[in-house]
């Protein structure tokens, strides 16, 4: 058992771990079988253009993923290859399973030194790595049997494959959008803003970011309830969403904070549209799903605009700064920065 | 830095925004920066003088970034100039075509000072920290 399992074939499968949990990414065959490749040095085409989505802090999402897959691993003649680096990789993880589950009989055999050595620090740390290997191995076991699954549906007909991949769109729709609100995600937030910031640099157009929070919204949730402080968020992100422009976005950043983008919107522009938020609001007179009023929801806004150059995190910092200065000063103000 | 100032950096965008950033942000590197708005200009500057190092925007009109660096790397002394793909373009299929036409580096807009001079410290020593 401990023969298969090579220092350096180990040391591999712990980076592949490493990174699948630092990236965020779903343990399936095909995504061990890239991350194989990237750090055991046998792909660099493939290892040049992870390192330049890496040093560009780009996300690997799934469709990111998936084209890296189709570009790189799965040409008839490669494909091979990878089902191969794929199972090497499975096995791996098997053995790293079958260490942790016969250490002590292992030890035993291999005398007193080893012993003491699995025994204390190694012994946490082999468990902590038995939990996340098993769970990716499990992972990656459901993920085989649903890609056979769909091979054999794809031949099938072209009209399920169709239909297959509207259901696959509207996952990844769906994956976009805050399920309470409905409004984008802070997921969707963060590639948005690059993909629009990107473009303004380019263009040169203004681009300007409203940083939203709801005034004492603990006090909602504390006096009321969760329930009508849900009501609120979503009553606050329809407000948002009817009272800004059709190429404007909208996104919950967070809690009971919102994120405005406003593409050719300079500072001024982007304070009216705050301004006529704060007063679209207003008009609401709304009991938020209670027998009683809730007394009036008001909201703080943070201006910034993006400047050609800034890093994403100082403008984002500029706004929550606008945000802090309009809470600081009284709350239910717009300040821009 | 007396051995920076005779290096020469093509910046090649068809953006003014762009190369306005990009000629801010390489101001204290010491590198001698020339600009053109798209790649047959910039073509027909690198055979005048090959730059050290090039800066490159994806589509622009008349030649995209992607024709200019099959030329180059085709034309004499076309492969001795350090060249960074500079680009809204971040998906897999583009960053592949890059490479294989012989990128150096690869660079999403939108970028800051950090990304491009991380980029650059890839190809030259800087005697200060060029961000600061």
Redesign the interface.
């Known amino acids: 058992m401990l023969s298969g399992l090579s220092a350096r074939g180990k040391a591999i499968t712990d980076t592949i771990v490493e990174s699948l949990n630092a990236y965020d990414i779903v343990g399936t065959p095909e995504n061990y079988a890239l991350w194989w490749e990237y750090h055991s040095g046998t792909n660099p085409?493939l290892a040049?253009?992870m390192n330049?989505?890496i040093?560009?802090q780009?996300t690997f999402d799934d469709a990111?993923l998936r084209?890296?897959y189709v570009?790189?691993l799965s040409s008839s003649k490669e494909e091979e290859a990878i089902r191969e680096a794929s199972s090497r990789v499975l096995e791996t993880l098997q053995d790293v399973i079958a260490l942790a589950d016969g250490g002590r009989a292992d030890a035993r055999q291999f005398g007193s030194t080893l012993a003491t050595f699995a025994s204390g620090a190694l012994c946490d740390e082999m468990a902590t790595l038995r939990r996340s290997v098993e769970h990716l191995v499990q992972e990656s076991k459901k993920m085989a049997g649903r890609t056979e699954y769909l091979g054999a549906r794809m031949r099938e007909s072209s009209t399920k494959i169709q239909t297959l991949e509207r259901n696959l769109e509207y996952a990844l729709k769906d994956a976009t959008l805050d399920s309470l609100t409905g409004v984008a995600n802070r997921k969707s937030f963060d590639q948005t803003i690059?993909?629009l910031?990107?473009?303004?640099?380019?263009?040169?157009e203004d681009l300007g970011l409203l940083m939203v929070d709801i005034d004492h919204f603990k006090k909602v949730n504390d006096t009321w309830g969760h329930q009508v402080g849900d009501q609120v968020l979503r009553q606050v992100a329809k407000t948002l969403e009817l009272a800004v422009r059709g190429q404007d976005y909208v996104a919950r950043y967070g809690g009971e904070e919102f994120a405005v983008l406003l593409p050719r919107a300079d500072n001024q522009a982007s304070y009216i549209v705050a301004q006529n938020i704060q007063r679209a609001l207003l008009r609401q007179a709304g009991s938020f799903g209670t027998d009683q009023p809730v007394k009036e929801i008001t909201l703080s806004i943070g201006v910034s605009c993006?400047e050609?150059?800034?890093?994403?995190s100082?403008w984002i910092g500029r706004g929550d700064a606008a945000l802090y200065r309009a809470k600081a000063a009284g709350r239910n103000r717009i300040e821009v920065i | 830095m007396a051995e920076m100032a005779a290096k020469t950096c093509l910046v090649v965008d068809d953006s003014p925004t762009v190369r306005k950033v990009a000629r801010r942000f390489l101001r204290h590197t010491g590198l001698d920066i020339q600009e053109a708005e798209n790649g047959q200009i910039a073509l027909d500057q690198c055979t005048l003088k090959m730059p050290d190092v090039i800066l490159l925007d994806w589509n622009m009109p008349v030649m995209s970034g992607i024709q200019f660096l099959r030329h180059l790397r085709a034309a004499s002394g076309g492969t001795e100039p350090k060249v960074i793909f500079c680009t809204t373009e971040s998906d897999v299929d583009h960053i592949r075509e890059a490479f294989e036409a012989g990128t150096d580096e690869y660079l999403m807009k939108p970028f800051d000072a950090k990304m491009l001079n991380d980029k650059l410290g890839n190809f030259f020593v800087f005697d200060h920290d060029p961000s600061a």
């Open positions: 085409p040049r253009t330049a989505l040093s560009n780009a990111t084209d890296l570009s790189f690059r993909r910031a990107g473009d303004a640099m380019n263009s040169g993006y050609p150059g800034d890093a994403l100082e």
